[in-house]
């Protein structure tokens, strides 16, 4: 039997005594892990060399994008600290940046990178810090993502997930609703532009039929309070509207009534600036919630490629796919309501056009348009709401005659609403309205000018000499010939074209303009 050496059990003490440490080191460090958040602070936790809860941290990152999109807490955060730098005494540098259609009341404080501000809230302290982050591919300062950083004691780490953050975001939402201005967004380069959208039409200034106003406002209010349906039903919570008819009855008025009654943004899609589907999609996945997309004009501003033969080919022989269609019917159409309606919630539609008839089929079915809003000529009621709001008329000896003459000719309410603008004097602006519809009924007035004017577009012949001067009778002749001539003609070529309905008023030609 071999007899152990003193050496080797002098080591396997050595391993017995490291061992026994590590196991007391390893209990001691759980035990104090375990009450490390119920004693912190106290005489225990001093003896057992506990540091105070403030020594101890959490930070969370509020990142400037999510993924493609704006982070909506990050947007918040950055509204709500710019209320904390207002009444913050301990920050040396600020930013200051003012909303552009915005009042001088309306000026932003933002912090820069690096700095700080604190906040409290039920007891705790929380700080707010603004810096930069560089990914690996940008290194270019103006690349760089913000981020804010929301430090707090451990301790204090439920309250501010359960507590503050939603806190912060009712309070955002509630100064928003306050100071609520509603914008008109544009595309541009494939981004979105914002101005003021400074339209004070409402409901009660829209001249159009009354029951028709009663149906669109009830129809949007019912909208707003069916966010269960729609979620039930596996739709999309959006609204779609058709908004149809002549020149100048109030289509875009109608649209800032809308805006105003539901206090949404507004993004006109200008569809011919987009250069692709593509890009179609990014726009409508970068709008905001509770806001109104806008296609105005619609049978005019979409495309539609031809469809192939047998052999991939167009009728013309061309490769369809091989053109730049740019926006495209059927790209349209899935933004609208295929899978990618579905990127935004609480939003409506709205396409407006002339020419209703021009339209898809496809474009028209329910779930598309759902609503379709026809704005038509001039009536009595509209004729009397457009006097009551422009100069307080309720009553007028004139009113028997101009409705009337309303039932026997047609008329744009904005053509009446120019004449009563053209004066201030009540009397005068009613007697100017109804000589509009005399002179309408019996085909004289205004269109003998809006006749010079189609005569004389286009470029100017030369001159020529001129010719011996024939009798007086002859000349009267030969001229109405020529007028007669040319009227046709333009005519002719006005519905070649598929110009649509011409407004005729004291500016001549008018384009897309009032609505």
């Excluded at 259609?101 to 000026?107: I, K, P, S, T």
């Excluded at 300062?141 to 430090?151: G, I, P, Q, T």
């Excluded at 009728?315 to 796919?321: E, L, R, T, V, Y």
């Excluded at 709401?385 to 422009?390: F, I, K, S, V």
Aim: aromatic share 6%; proline share 4%; net charge positive.
């Amino acid at each position: 039997m071999a007899m152990t050496s003193p050496n080797n059990r002098a080591l396997e003490r050595y391993k017995n005594a490291v061992t026994a440490t590590t196991s007391v080191v390893g209990a001691a460090m759980l035990l104090r892990r375990l009450i490390a958040d119920i004693l912190p602070g106290t005489t225990l936790g001093a003896l057992l060399l506990l540091p105070p809860a403030s020594a101890r941290r959490h930070v969370v990152l509020i990142e400037e994008f999510d993924g493609a999109l704006y982070n909506r807490v990050f947007l918040a955060a950055r509204a709500y600290v710019s209320t904390l730098l207002a009444a913050a005494p301990s920050v040396p540098l600020m930013k200051a940046s003012l909303p552009r259609g915005a009042g001088a009341e309306h000026v932003l404080l933002a912090m820069r990178p690096g700095t700080a501000v604190v906040d409290v809230f039920d007891g705790a302290k929380l700080t707010w810090r603004l810096s930069r982050k560089h990914d690996g591919r940008r290194r270019a300062a103006e690349d760089a993502r913000e981020v804010f950083k929301l430090s707090f004691d451990a301790q204090h780490k439920d309250m501010v997930l359960g507590s503050y953050l939603p806190a912060v975001m009712a309070r955002v939402e509630a100064m928003s609703q306050e100071q609520r201005q509603t914008k008109l967004y544009s595309n541009e380069w494939g981004k979105w532009r914002t101005v003021r959208l400074r339209n004070a039409s409402t409901f009660a200034t829209v001249a159009m039929d009354a029951a028709l106003r009663e149906a669109v406002v009830d129809d949007l209010d019912r909208f707003l309070t069916r966010k269960e349906y729609y979620q039930q039903t596996g739709r999309a919570w959006k609204r779609g509207y058709l908004i149809h008819g002549p020149p100048g009855t109030g289509k875009s008025s109608l649209v800032a009534a809308i805006s105003n009654h539901l206090h949404f943004d507004v993004y006109d899609l200008d569809v011919g600036g987009v250069r692709s589907n593509t890009e179609l999609r990014k726009l409508l996945i970068r709008m905001k919630n509770r806001s109104i997309l806008l296609v105005e004009d619609v049978d005019c501003a979409v495309t539609t490629a031809p469809r192939r033969d047998a052999n991939g080919e167009g009728p013309d022989g061309s490769n369809p796919a091989s053109k730049n269609h740019k926006v495209t019917l059927s790209g349209l159409l899935n933004m609208v309501d295929g899978l990618w309606s579905s990127s935004g919630h609480e939003r409506i539609l709205i396409f407006t056009t002339n020419h209703k008839d021009r339209l898809d089929p496809a474009l028209l079915r329910p779930g598309r348009m759902d609503m379709h809003v026809h704005m038509g000529y001039c009536g009595f009621v509209a004729f009397r709401e457009l006097a009551d709001n422009y100069h307080g008329v309720h009553d007028h000896p004139l009113f028997a005659e101009i409705e009337t003459l309303l039932g026997e000719v047609e008329v744009a309410p904005a053509e009446v609403a120019e004449r009563l603008l053209a004066t201030d004097d009540a009397d005068a602006a009613v007697e100017m309205a109804a000589k509009l519809l005399r002179d309408r009924k019996a085909g004289i007035g205004e269109d003998v000018g809006y006749i010079k004017q189609k005569l004389h577009v286009g470029p100017r012949r030369a001159r020529r000499p001129p010719a011996p001067a024939p009798r007086r009778g002859v000349v009267g002749a030969a001229r109405r010939a020529v007028l007669d001539e040319e009227i046709g003609g333009s005519s002719r070529r006005g519905q070649g074209r598929g110009s649509g309905t011409a407004r005729r008023g004291r500016g001549g030609v008018r384009g897309r303009g009032r609505r």
